[in-house]
């Protein structure tokens, strides 16, 4: 089985650096849920066919982390 290899686009890295520390261990989570299985997202239609958005909450605010899989 091969590695699995996370790359942060610079536009997340400027938005994550910013974010709490309690903020960061969710969207950290997150990450690691979608490793575990990249499926869970919901893929998009289009121009941005191959693209994936996971969607989640924390606290009242929703997130939407975009990533792409092979």
């Known amino acids: 089985m091969s590695g699995i290899i996370v790359k942060q686009m610079p536009g997340f890295k400027r938005v994550y650096k ?12 997150a990450i690691r849920t979608i490793i575990k299985n990249p499926d869970i997202g919901e893929e998009k239609k289009g121009d941005l066919l191959g693209v994936y958005v996971y969607k989640f909450k924390f606290k009242t605010k929703e997130y939407l982390l975009g990533y792409e899989w092979d």
Do not use: Q
Not at 20 to 25: F, I, L, M, V, Y
């Open 18 to 29: 910013r974010l709490h520390a309690n903020e960061k261990t969710v969207v950290d989570d």
